[in-house]
């Protein structure tokens, strides 16, 4: 019977064998990890350092599971080494090596430590980085140990903020230092990112913007960070999350083809025939991922690739994000920013009320929706995932932001909500019409 074996067992990795095995009943799934669990998501993770949960409750499919499915599952096991010709893959510490028909890697990404001086160094002793379930004992035991006060999260991005705010919660004081001059600068404009600021500091959050860390300072155990203006912060625990590195040291010692990523076709093939590479490891068309809508879309594909039924190509993923702190509503998909992209014919609607706290942004490209930023009012969530990439009208989307056109009824002039910074119930009440300068009143929604 033919062997298909994964490495790697999370999102990209399990949601592969869990399709494969859809397709066909009888083929030999076996999985190997170096994890010492069964699939648990990372989503919840900050959420164990503040003990809202504790690491059982992570865990998504249960030994039963694997059972039921007929996928064996070897823990514990680090393949080291593959041999493509012979189709053979080796484990540390075992002499025997396991044998396959198709292989598929699902091995992920890891974080990413910027060149900061000391940062490696201290790795341990003060400094940590999050993405495994032994991060967050490592992490809790340093916090309860050192009875640490003060935190510095180095990256204000989706996974720091979302960390900062469990970090708080555990009453620390907490600080965020983010290189850009701007929080979320991968999904958000300057608007809401100003905006996310504010609701952030309101949370008894510290942001740093334009900060550039230099050095961990600390000897032993760490006692803050010094940026490259010379400012000093103190902290008695600094948890780095500054983007991730997709994991291709495997791939590349096996002579298969890597760039950032492990390069792969349509189907998610390597350069190696009989070799496919699905999740946060890939890279096609020169682009990585590393979010789990793009793994759970990867899954399905390789998953009739390695079962030798190319029907489906892949094509990439939209960017989507979520941040997921208690109290902010925040969701970030496709462009968000049109003066970064090549070529005209882009059209933003854009409806911002900055008392409440809100913000909503559509984009357009030739009667198409290509992105979206909703933050504090995220109702048009579910019209936007329905219609992303999909034929739209303008006046489709003013209704879902509720924008309206309004018409002055003596000179026909019109104001458009969707190319002004205030909406018309919002004007004051002597405001008048720039063109016959007639009252407020004397306008009509049409
Ligand atoms: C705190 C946190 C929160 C997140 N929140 C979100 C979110 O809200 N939304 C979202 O879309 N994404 C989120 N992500 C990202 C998401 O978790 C990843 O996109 C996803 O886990 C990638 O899955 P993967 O299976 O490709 O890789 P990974 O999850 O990295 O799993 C790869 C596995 O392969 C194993 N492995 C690697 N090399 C070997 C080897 N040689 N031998 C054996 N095993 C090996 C690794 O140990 C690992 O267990 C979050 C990540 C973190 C850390």
Redesign the pocket.
Known sequence: MEKIII?????????TAQNIRFLNEDVDIEI????RYPYY??????EVISNKIQTNDLIVFKDDWYKDKKIKLNLN????KIEPQQKKLF??GEDKPATYDKLI???????NIPPINNAREMVGKGVFT???IEDTIDIKNYIEKTKAKKAIIIGGG??GL??ASQIKDSNLNTTVVEFFPKLLPRQLDDECSAMLKGEIETKGIKIVLNAATEEILGNGYVTGIKLKDGQKFEADIILI?AG?RA?I??AQNSGIETNRGIVVDEFLETSEKNIFA?????EYKNQT???????MEQSKIVAASALGLRKIEYKGTTP???L?IVGLELTSIGIFDPSQELGGGWEILKKADKEDCCYQKLILKDNKLKGAILFGDTKAMSFVYKKMEQDVTKKELMEILELYLYKCSNCGAEYDETKMEILFENLPEDWKCPNCKQLKESFEKI
């Open positions: 490495v790697g067992n999370n999102v990209a990795g399990t949601f190997f990890t170096q994890e998501t990372r989503i919840k993770l900050p096991k680090r393949v080291i484990i540390k890697l699902a091995l992920g990404s890891v974080p999050l993405r495994t989706l996974l979302e960390l999350q991730i994991t040291d495997l699905v999740g946060d490891c890939v991922w590393g979010i789990i809508p793009a793994c989507k994000s979520t997921k």
